[in-house]
T-cell receptor, first 114, second 121 residues
Framework: KQEVTQIPAALSVPEGENLVLNCSFT??????LQWFRQDPGKGLTSLLL?????REQTSGRLNASLDKSSGRSTLYIAASQPGDSATYLC?????????????FGKGTTLSVSS | DTGVSQNPRHKITKRGQNVTFRCDPI?????LYWYRQTLGQGPEFLTY????????KSRLLSDRFSAERPKGSFSTLEIQRTEQGDSAMYLC???????????????????FGPGTRLTVT
C-alpha cells in the first residue's frame, strides 16, 4: 500500500530565505507526482507536476525534483515571501492506473514572516 | 472562469439529514474525482468517473454515500443519514484522460475546485 510522508509538518522562516520541503513515498512505482498549495479553508492549487520519467520541473521561484528510485521528492522555494504562507501537499499517482486516484501526504504548513 | 466549481461552498446540517453537493468540472475534462479532507490531513480519494461511468470507489465510500455523473458533465455527491464523522471538506477535481488532439503528452494533471465544507451538528 502506497504511503506518502511529508517532513517537516510545519516550518517557520523569515522572508527571503530559501527553503526545501520534503516528500517521501513507499512504492516507487508511480506515474506522476504533483505538488499542491492549500490556503486555509480553501481548495488545492496545482503548483508543479513531475512525470515519472522526469527529474525536475520549475515554475518561477519553485523547483520540484523527483528521485523515483529512492522514493523522494523535494520542493524548493527560492526567496520566500509572506504570500508563500500556506500548506504544501505532495501527491503521487499510481503507475499501473494512470489518471486515477492521487495519494496525498498530510502536508507541510509553511509560515513566512516579514 | 473555466476552473472547477463546487456548490454549495458551505453546508451545515443536523445529524440524520441528507445532503447533496454538486461539482462542475473543467469543460474538456472527461475524468472527475471526489476526495474528502479532514482537519490536519491530506485529501483521501473517494471515487472517480470517466464520462458517466463510475470506475472506482474507495472503501471510504460507505453505503450512505452515492455519487453520480449522469450526462458525463457535472457530478453530484449525496450523503444520506449524515453523521458527525462526515464533517469534512469535500473536494472535487477533474482531468483529461486519453489521446491528446494536439502534440505533447498527457499529464493527467488533476485540477481541484474550492471544496464544500460540511458541518454535521
Amino acid at each position: 500500500k502506497q504511503e506518502v510522508t511529508q517532513i517537516p509538518a510545519a516550518l517557520s522562516v523569515p522572508e527571503g530565505e530559501n527553503l526545501v520541503l520534503n516528500c517521501s513515498f513507499t512504492d516507487s512505482a508511480i506515474y506522476n507526482l504533483q505538488w499542491f498549495r492549500q490556503d486555509p479553508g480553501k481548495g488545492l492549487t496545482s503548483l508543479l507536476l513531475i512525470q515519472s520519467s522526469q527529474r525536475e520541473q520549475t515554475s518561477g521561484r519553485l523547483n520540484a525534483s523527483l528521485d523515483k528510485s529512492s522514493g523522494r521528492s523535494t520542493l524548493y522555494i527560492a526567496a520566500s515571501q509572506p504570500g508563500d504562507s500556506a500548506t504544501y501537499l505532495c501527491a503521487v499517482g499510481r503507475s499501473n492506473q494512470a489518471g486515477t486516484a492521487l495519494i496525498f501526504g498530510k502536508g507541510t504548513t509553511l509560515s513566512v514572516s516579514s | 472562469d473555466t476552473g472547477v466549481s463546487q456548490n454549495p461552498r458551505h453546508k451545515i446540517t443536523k445529524r440524520g439529514q441528507n445532503v447533496t453537493f454538486r461539482c462542475d468540472p473543467i469543460s474538456e475534462h472527461n475524468r472527475l474525482y471526489w476526495y474528502r479532507q479532514t482537519l490536519g490531513q491530506g485529501p483521501e480519494f473517494l471515487t472517480y468517473f470517466q464520462n458517466e461511468a463510475q470506475l472506482e470507489k474507495s472503501r471510504l465510500l460507505s453505503d450512505r454515500f452515492s455519487a453520480e455523473r449522469p450526462k458525463g458533465s457535472f457530478s453530484t455527491l449525496e450523503i444520506q443519514r449524515t453523521e458527525q464523522g462526515d464533517s469534512a471538506m469535500y473536494l472535487c477535481a477533474s482531468s483529461f484522460w486519453g489521446v491528446p488532439r494536439t502534440s505533447g503528452g498527457v499529464s493527467y494533471e488533476q485540477y481541484f475546485g474550492p471544496g464544500t465544507r460540511l458541518t454535521v451538528t
